[in-house]
């Protein structure tokens, strides 16, 4: 396995529909890769909860078994990774302490915020995981298929509250959280997965919408999610994963070094027509770090080698496919 090999795999983020660790995932952690999502069913990410079959049959020994044999397979320290978002969708929900509900997380101080996420994030870090997908600090006032039922309070001060005590309670703990989807989306006029959508708000509206994700970083969170969307007022061209403008105004403007990471790099808005592997290279090629794909061997297989042969052709420079698997397996190595 060549070093190219190695940090094509570090990159990719693939989604792990099963509790083992089947063919095409132990073949991924051989090769390289280091982190993976531990996936909701469609139909528990659309109703935003657990099914009460995952809560019946689903343990905390299971969980914890299944991180500790990947783990064992992996060439170096994992990234095993959750969605848990306050008020929206917890993976983990039936295994770890309640977060309260949007209506009553406003009521909370900050030391009853605290206290609540710590719990949180003390339990999920017992069954081995090291990344949380959360929280979301888009602040919706328009339409939002995509984010109903996600969101945390309907102003930028409260989200950012929220977020801030989430953020700094639970990496106290040693888990790392992802603020998403950067740089905010109040008004999208349909679902950016299954359509091709653009968002087309004013760049005093996206301005408003960035202002939850400077405190975050200014809180130190350790990983930034962009969305899905071509933002039009920053770049009206290319969706966020694939833009460097966006990932500049990130790095540069926010003054964010640490991790970033594509949302799902099939959705309809980031493809444009393009082929799974084309978008990986572009989205390496911009500056995103890890790149979330639905799993299994010919998407892993495909993104990879698409990203190897095109460092081998000089399209994507190997220096900057380096640097991207190296933030990601110095954030492995600190958990």
């Given at each position: 396995?060549?070093?190219?090999?190695?940090?094509?795999?570090?990159?990719?983020?693939?989604?792990?529909?099963?509790?083992?660790?089947?063919?095409?995932?132990?073949?991924?952690?051989?090769?390289?890769?280091?982190?993976?999502?531990?996936?909701?069913?469609?139909?528990?990410?659309?109703?935003?909860?657990?099914?009460?079959?995952?809560?019946?049959?689903?343990?905390?020994?299971?969980?914890?078994?299944?991180?500790?044999?990947?783990?064992?397979?992996?060439?170096?320290?994992?990234?095993?990774?959750?969605?848990?978002?306050?008020?929206?969708?917890?993976?983990?929900?039936?295994?770890?302490?309640?977060?309260?509900?949007?209506?009553?997380?406003?009521?909370?101080?900050?030391?009853?915020?605290?206290?609540?996420?710590?719990?949180?994030?003390?339990?999920?870090?017992?069954?081995?995981?090291?990344?949380?997908?959360?929280?979301?600090?888009?602040?919706?006032?328009?339409?939002?298929?995509?984010?109903?039922?996600?969101?945390?309070?309907?102003s930028n001060e409260e989200i950012t509250r929220?977020?801030?005590?989430?953020?700094?309670?639970?990496?106290?703990?040693?888990?790392?959280?992802?603020?998403?989807?950067?740089?905010?989306?109040?008004?999208?006029?349909?679902?950016?997965?299954?359509?091709?959508?653009?968002?087309?708000?004013?760049?005093?509206?996206?301005?408003?919408?960035?202002?939850?994700?400077?405190?975050?970083?200014?809180?130190?969170?350790?990983?930034?999610?962009?969305?899905?969307?071509?933002?039009?007022?920053?770049?009206?061209?290319?969706?966020?994963?694939?833009?460097?403008?966006?990932?500049?105004?990130?790095?540069?403007?926010?003054?964010?070094?640490?991790?970033?990471?594509?949302?799902?790099?099939?959705?309809?808005?980031?493809?444009?027509?393009?082929?799974?592997?084309?978008?990986?290279?572009?989205?390496?090629?911009?500056?995103?770090?890890?790149?979330?794909?639905?799993?299994?061997?010919?998407?892993?297989?495909?993104?990879?080698?698409?990203?190897?042969?095109?460092?081998?052709?000089?399209?994507?420079?190997?220096?900057?496919?380096?640097?991207?698997?190296?933030?990601?397996?110095?954030?492995?190595?600190?958990?």
């Open positions: 396995m060549t070093a190219v090999e190695l940090d094509a795999h570090a990159v990719l983020f693939p989604i792990c529909n099963s509790t083992e660790v089947v063919d095409w995932l132990e073949q991924f952690l051989r090769a390289g890769g280091r982190s993976f999502l531990m996936a909701s069913s469609t139909e528990e990410y659309a109703a935003r909860r657990v099914s009460e079959e995952r809560s019946d049959s689903e343990t905390a020994v299971k969980i914890a078994s299944f991180v500790e044999a990947a783990q064992a397979v992996a060439t170096g320290p994992l990234l095993v990774s959750a969605d848990a978002e306050p008020t929206g969708v917890e993976r983990l929900e039936h295994l770890l302490p309640p977060i309260p509900d949007r209506e009553a997380l406003r009521g909370l101080t900050a030391e009853g915020l605290s206290q609540v996420f710590t719990e949180y994030g003390q339990a999920a870090r017992e069954l081995g995981v090291a990344l949380f997908l959360g929280p979301v600090v888009d602040n919706v006032w328009g339409r939002n298929e995509w984010l109903a039922g996600r969101t945390l309070a309907d929220i977020a801030s005590a989430y953020v700094r309670s639970v990496q106290a703990t040693g888990v790392s959280t992802m603020a998403k989807h950067f740089p905010g989306h109040p008004d999208l006029a349909k679902n950016p997965v299954y359509d091709d959508v653009n968002l087309t708000v004013s760049a005093a509206d996206v301005e408003q919408g960035i202002a939850p994700f400077r405190a975050l970083i200014e809180a130190g969170v350790d990983s930034v999610m962009v969305g899905p969307v071509t933002v039009e007022t920053i770049d009206p061209v290319n969706p966020a994963a694939t833009s460097p403008t966006l990932i500049g105004l990130l790095r540069e403007d926010l003054g964010f070094d640490r991790l970033v990471v594509s949302d799902d790099l099939d959705a309809a808005s980031t493809m444009k027509g393009r082929s799974l592997g084309q978008v990986a290279v572009d989205s390496i090629a911009a500056g995103v770090d890890l790149l979330l794909i639905p799993g299994g061997a010919e998407n892993v297989e495909e993104c990879a080698n698409a990203l190897f042969v095109a460092v081998d052709s000089g399209e994507l420079s190997g220096s900057k496919l380096a640097a991207a698997a190296d933030r990601v397996r110095a954030l492995a190595a600190s958990k």
